[in-house]
């Protein structure tokens, strides 16, 4: 990215970005009244849709899980994108030019240039999926049948042959309109002195897709004996391929990975494909490369892992599961995924097979239920680690376990969790046969050297990565297992009290409920400013939330109806008891009030409310009201504000009623309060008229 995305843009992207079509393609939607859609919610599991669609108010909230935004925002809670990736896959597909504050514009090639590619990969992928039931493919059908791999799970995961002739893609590439340029930038072709040729040739294919789906590079496996290249091969770092953060699988776990915040990560393909047949859903692998900082990152992002592990009673935290041979090199990758532990605020587990057997070959010999019982049967990793460590020593000798607790004691002191290291201290006691107070000293020093040195034992708070290095430690610092609903509050609904001239008009539904506070879309990290939650069983606040429920969705009527203007105008801020809902009038009168000239009403608010906010106006904004008719819409809109202020004016007159008798009877200032009560109460009474 060239810098910060112009503002402008942005406001263009969230209006052509069509919300319904978006969240269509994740929610089955169904009308819930005019203008407004509901399902089943994507972020959390439910068995009735809580979920709110409001097109016209560019919003979507869920009032079982609290979650809320916009188009931007939901596309990065979805696919775990970050903001700038989010606003530039959504221009992508909507069209708009973004330009940089210290970039210039994006220029239309390099836009053109990335459409080029991904449509290239997709054309390579439908190719190498036809290439496989040709006869030539006999040896990569076997191959996958020998591992347990039938036609529909190759078409699942859309397996693919490559020929064995040099230029069968090239060809057909060719055929179809791309240029050579646009085949060298994909990385689907390599060049000798002859021209360009296909880079993979006679090899089962694997397409990689990134989080959204879209095809952006390949895996490919040896299957010839005269084939010299190496066992694995995989596109080379291309615009679009950057295997540092690429996880095979991440387009088909996500969902699994946010709903049940959990991941999984083992080493290959077959691993991948087994895991997710055996109903491991959630299982990715990396591509090429060990996991690294830029995977965690966007695991974290997926599974939300921000530090609000217990959101709702009964509730776990997020974990991610490490699956390792139990040979030297998984020991390996062992201890350096311990050193990237310090970056997640999920819990870390290891998975081994006691026989060394990775999932795929499980599932082979013993089936589904063994690779499901594989994960059940997962370690902490520190624990792992800890023995890993152990088991290099002879613990037969005293030399031996002292060179075991000195290498064990810092592993120990590099456990996060505090409260967990003295019973860790412990138990490398009782494997070493060692006294507990002599193990606890070990740790206790190395934790000092340690922090001495600006290392990893140093709270994960400030933002230390492994070893003392800068790295992602907490978003921001925000403190970990933040729980309950700080930041958020309820929304309008349930019952409320009578309006003036007429009958109690129906409820609409109820959306009270517990759910994460909120996050900054720009930063994707929990605010840290507070927002008190209102009181979702006063009367008097589901009042004030229909009002700015109508004042957010009802803008048309409320501006074709003099009455309904003339309330609006009287309304303050002190007429709201509510601060949250205080605040939000606040952000309304900031942008300029329902009669300012507005293409996007709600956005104006949102903007102006800031991240505290953003998903309490979300929830307002959706929240469905009980008339559907434009016309009972508005007459229903005049009712409520009616009532907002006929409790603002009661409210005060109360207040009035308090000064005349503390001022005393026949002062000035009893005098002046009496006026101003008797005007007050003439205005109730109007009201009531009206």
Not at 115 to 134: C, D, I, K, P, S
Not at 335 to 354: C, G, I, N, R, Y
């Amino acid at each position: 990215m060239a810098g910060t995305i112009n503002r402008e843009d942005i406001a263009t992207v969230r209006e052509r970005a069509p919300l319904e079509e978006i969240v269509g393609q994740h929610v089955t939607l169904k009308s819930a009244g005019v203008g407004s859609l509901k399902g089943l919610c994507p972020f959390h599991d439910e068995r009735s849709p809580s979920f709110h669609v409001r097109p016209a108010a560019g919003r979507w909230h869920c009032f079982g899980c609290g979650e809320g935004g916009d188009v931007i925002e939901f596309v990065m809670r979805m696919d775990g994108l970050p903001f700038a990736e989010a606003v530039e896959y959504l221009a992508d597909r909507a069209g708009v030019t973004l330009r940089y504050e210290s970039g210039g514009r994006r220029s239309e090639s390099s836009v053109n240039m990335r459409r080029r590619l991904l449509e290239a990969n997709r054309v390579a992928a439908e190719f190498y999926v036809a290439q496989l039931v040709t006869p030539e493919a006999r040896i990569a059908r076997d191959f996958l049948l020998g591992r347990g791999f039938g036609r529909e799970a190759a078409q699942h995961f859309g397996c693919g042959y490559a020929p064995q002739g040099w230029q069968a893609l090239t060809d057909h590439l060719r055929a179809k309109g791309f240029t050579e340029p646009e085949l060298k930038q994909s990385g689907l072709v390599s060049e000798g002195q002859r021209g360009v040729y296909d880079r993979f040739r006679g090899r089962l294919i694997w397409p990689i897709r990134d989080v959204t789906g879209d095809v952006i590079g390949f895996g490919a496996r040896r299957l010839h004996d005269d084939d010299q290249g190496p066992k694995y091969l995989n596109t080379p770092e291309t615009a679009l391929y950057k295997k540092a953060n690429v996880l095979y699988g991440i387009d088909l776990a996500k969902g699994a990975i946010r709903s049940e915040r959990t991941t999984v990560v083992v080493e290959g393909y077959t691993d991948v494909m087994a895991c997710h047949l055996a109903g491991v859903t959630n299982a990715v692998a990396t591509c090429g490369t060990a996991f690294g900082e830029d995977h965690v990152k966007v695991v974290r992002r997926l599974m939300g892992d921000t530090g609000t592990a217990q959101l709702k009673v009964g509730s776990t935290g997020a974990k991610v599961i490490f699956t390792f041979d139990g040979d030297e090199a998984g020991q390996n990758a062992a201890l350096k995924s311990f050193a990237l532990d310090q970056q997640f605020l999920a819990q870390t587990f290891v998975a081994v097979d006691p026989e060394g057997l990775d999932p795929c070959d499980i599932r082979q010999r013993d089936g589904d239920e063994a690779v499901r019982a594989l994960m059940e049967r997962r370690i902490p990793l520190f624990e792992f680690v800890i023995r890993a460590t152990l088991a290099a020593h002879d613990l037969e000798t005293p030399e031996g376990r002292i060179a075991a607790l000195r290498a064990a004691a810092p592993v120990v002191a590099q456990i996060r969790d505090r409260a967990l290291r003295p019973e860790y201290g412990r138990r490398l006691a009782g494997w070493l046969g060692m006294e507990v107070a002599d193990a606890l000293r070990a740790v206790s020093a190395a934790g000092t050297r340690s922090e001495g040195r600006g290392g990893a034992s140093r709270p994960a708070a400030q933002g230390r990565g492994p070893g003392g290095a800068g790295g992602p430690g907490r978003p921001g610092g925000a403190p970990a297992g933040r729980g309950g609903p700080a930041g958020r509050s309820a929304g309008p609904g349930g019952h409320h009290g009578g309006h003036p001239g007429g009958d109690e008009p129906p409820p609409p539904e109820e959306p009270y409920d517990d759910g994460p506070p909120p996050m900054d879309p720009e930063t994707g990290q929990i605010a840290t400013a507070a927002v008190s939650r209102p009181n979702p069983r006063d009367p008097v606040v589901r009042a004030e939330a229909l009002g700015l429920g109508v004042l957010l969705q009802a803008r048309d009527q409320i501006l074709a109806d003099p009455t309904a203007l003339a309330v609006c105008g009287e309304l303050t801020r002190a007429s709201f008891t509510a601060p949250a809902y205080a605040q939000v009038f606040d952000a309304m009168l900031a942008a300029g009030g329902p009669q300012g000239a507005h293409d996007d009403w709600v956005g104006a608010v949102v903007d102006q409310a800031g991240p505290d906010l953003r998903a309490l106006v979300s929830q307002l904004a959706v929240t469905p009201l009980p008339h559907d008719k434009p016309t009972e819409l508005g007459v229903y809109a005049r009712s409520i504000l009616v009532k907002l202020l006929d409790l603002d004016l009661t409210r005060r007159a109360a207040d009035l009623r308090g000064r005349m008798q503390r001022a005393g009877q026949g002062t000035p200032e009893a005098q002046e309060a009496f006026a101003e009560m008797i005007r007050l109460e003439n205005r109730r009474r109007e009201l009531k008229e009206q």
